[in-house]
């Protein structure tokens, strides 16, 4: 029945059917994948469990330091002085009493570096991970919604520690490869007296020089492709490891070297 009230107003309306609301494009969320469980986790509580995952590790690296006693390989400053033999005789702690010794010496030499750089390269990558997450996710306005400012600010102090730490480790095995390079070319001198010296003793030219550029490979970290000698501390370094100081404005710079000290390629 028509109402007669719209009637005398002007001809009676009809209904009309709403539109069906159109689906906006770009907006459907419906087939996201759920978050995973390490997505939630706090950047410094992943931080804080990165330094602890590289202290664990260090701490049998640090072990296996001991067992190979990088110190008795330590050559004197009077024998890595060579123009010094012309001149007067130099006692020389390691010289071994043929050539046989001489060869077995320096491949104990060899043997303990590879030990050591390997190990060495496993944690310079993690000391990487670590700085990188503090110099991109971590800075004086970190929040956490569950904790305390006085608790956060206690956990960025304790991560900067356990940077400065990590390069202190790598610094120490740093010195322990340095050692036995010095010792490697102390034994190459000694080798030197050998070459075609005939008999029981003697040494091809060939032998040699095939020996010295496979202690050149090792010891410029070529064999490894990894520049040790980055973790070398100059007087900066030292006064920052000793203040424990972690200058924001010189990390990003420390990161590109790191980076690169990690691809080492000839």
């Known amino acids: ?38 997505d939630l986790t706090p950047a410094l509580e992943e931080l804080l469990a990165r330094c602890g995952a ?10 296996l330091l001991s067992r190979l006693r ?16 012309f001149l007067i005789k130099v006692e020389d702690e390691h010289q071994q009493p043929s050539l046989a010794g001489e060869r077995k010496y320096f491949r104990l030499l060899q043997d303990k ?22 110099n991109d996710e971590i800075d004086e306005h970190y929040y956490a919604p569950n904790k305390t400012d ?3 600010k206690r956990e960025i102090e304790q991560v900067k520690a356990d940077l400065l730490l990590q390069r202190q480790i790598l610094h120490d ?38 020996m010295k550029k496979e202690r ?11 520049n040790y000698n980055f973790f070398a501390l100059n007087l900066l370094d030292q006064a920052s ?17 790191l980076s690169l000290a990690l691809e080492s390629k000839e």
């Open 1 to 38: 029945m028509s109402n007669p009230y719209e009637s005398a107003f002007g001809e009676e309306k009809q209904p009309t059917e709403k539109a069906a609301p159109t689906q906006k494009e770009g907006l459907d969320f419906s087939n996201l994948p759920p978050l995973e469980e390490g």
């Open 54 to 63: 590289f202290a664990q590790q260090a701490t049998a690296f640090g072990q």
């Open 70 to 85: 990088v110190v008795d390989h330590q050559v004197s400053n009077i024998v890595k002085q060579n123009w010094l033999k």
């Open 113 to 134: 570096f590879s030990a050591i750089i390997v190990p060495m390269k496993t944690l310079a990558q993690q000391h990487l991970a670590c700085l990188k997450q503090f």
């Open 150 to 152: 006085l608790e956060v």
């Open 173 to 210: 095995a740093q010195e322990a490869l340095t050692t036995l390079a010095d010792a490697m070319e102390a034994a190459e001198h000694r080798l030197n007296t050998y070459v075609n010296a005939g008999g029981e003793n003697n040494l091809a030219t060939t032998e040699l020089v095939l």
């Open 216 to 226: 050149r490979q090792l010891t410029e970290g070529l064999s490894h492709q990894f």
């Open 241 to 257: 490891l000793k203040f424990g100081l972690v200058p924001k404005k010189t990390t990003a710079q420390y990161l590109s070297s």
